[in-house]
């Protein structure tokens, strides 16, 4: 009866994380990410997003031979459903970052768009936390990743709370004048719900000069026909792609894509998908040495 229970309420927490994540998705659609981070900023947004951040809880993340300890926000239901199903988040993604990190002694890596910090800490599992820079905009976010940093990792990763785009203004700044300050990276994750073509905009001399591996998630919205063609025309040429769609479950596999065409297939399949750039020579293109 308990092991029914327990199926049955995973199930509800499934559906409700489902039609959230599809009303969020067709709101923020329409939205600039610059009205998202406002609305989100402002004394209301903040008060009622909190609401959900102030309790949290400590899970232990284990996938394959990872296993660590964070805090994540107990009203954050994609990562609810992604525990319920796998027990950890986006399996697929985690091992890309452990493939491309382990054995490199001081690789640097950017997460863009890092929600509750969980990737930090995956990246932390197979290289110093040093040369982990985390950008999120959104404050009970930070919130919640300076906790895990100073909690887990000693506070040593960098943790920026601007969001990273296509220009440098007063509240953004771009991949390309970040990498002038603090050099460039190695391994770059992207999932910003949306806008990441302002975030390749913004930092291509260092994805054509440095090429870096990419981990992008892309949204195709509702005009897809016309953002495949500008995201392809952002990707390093040379780099080895690869898609996958539902990337939030265990049981999925990389799939070569190698021209725009079949870029374009890809998103009309799903709403959203994980994309992989690899650098042709080498693979990973960090040294192991």
Request: proline share 6%; charged share 30%; hydrophobic share 35%.
């Amino acid at each position: 009866m308990a092991t029914r229970d327990m199926g049955q309420r995973r199930d509800r927490i499934r559906r409700r994380a489902e039609r959230m994540s599809s009303v969020l998705s067709r709101i923020t659609d329409r939205m600039a990410p610059s009205t998202i981070y406002w609305a989100l900023n402002t004394p209301i947004g903040q008060y009622l997003y909190r609401r959900g951040f102030t309790d949290t809880r400590t899970r232990t993340i284990a996938f394959d031979e990872v296993e660590f300890r964070m805090q994540t926000p107990s009203n954050e239901l994609y990562l609810w459903n992604d525990f319920a199903e796998n027990g950890c988040h986006e399996p697929i993604t985690g091992r890309a970052f452990l493939n491309v990190l382990y054995g490199s002694e001081s690789a640097t890596v950017w997460d863009v768009g890092s929600k509750c910090g969980y990737f930090m800490m995956v990246a932390a599992q197979a290289t110093p936390p040093s040369g982990i820079h985390v950008f999120e905009p959104v404050r009970p976010h930070v919130d919640v990743i300076r906790r895990n940093n100073e909690r887990y990792l000693d506070d040593r990763a960098r943790v920026n709370d601007t969001p990273v785009g296509e220009r440098v203004d007063a509240g953004m700044t771009t991949g390309d004048a970040y990498a002038a300050q603090f050099g460039p990276p190695d391994l770059v994750k992207i999932d910003v719900d949306g806008p990441e073509i302002g975030v390749l905009r913004g930092m291509q001399r260092t994805v054509e000069e440095h090429e870096p591996y990419l981990l992008v998630e892309v949204h195709t919205g509702t005009d897809w026909q016309h953002k495949h063609r500008e995201l392809w025309g952002l990707l390093p040429d040379d780099s080895v792609k690869h898609a996958v769609g539902e990337h939030r479950s265990e049981r999925v596999e990389w799939q070569p894509v190698g021209t725009a065409d079949g870029f374009e297939a890809m998103g009309r399949r799903h709403d959203d998908f994980l994309l992989r750039c690899s650098p042709e020579a080498g693979g990973d293109g960090i040294d192991h040495g």
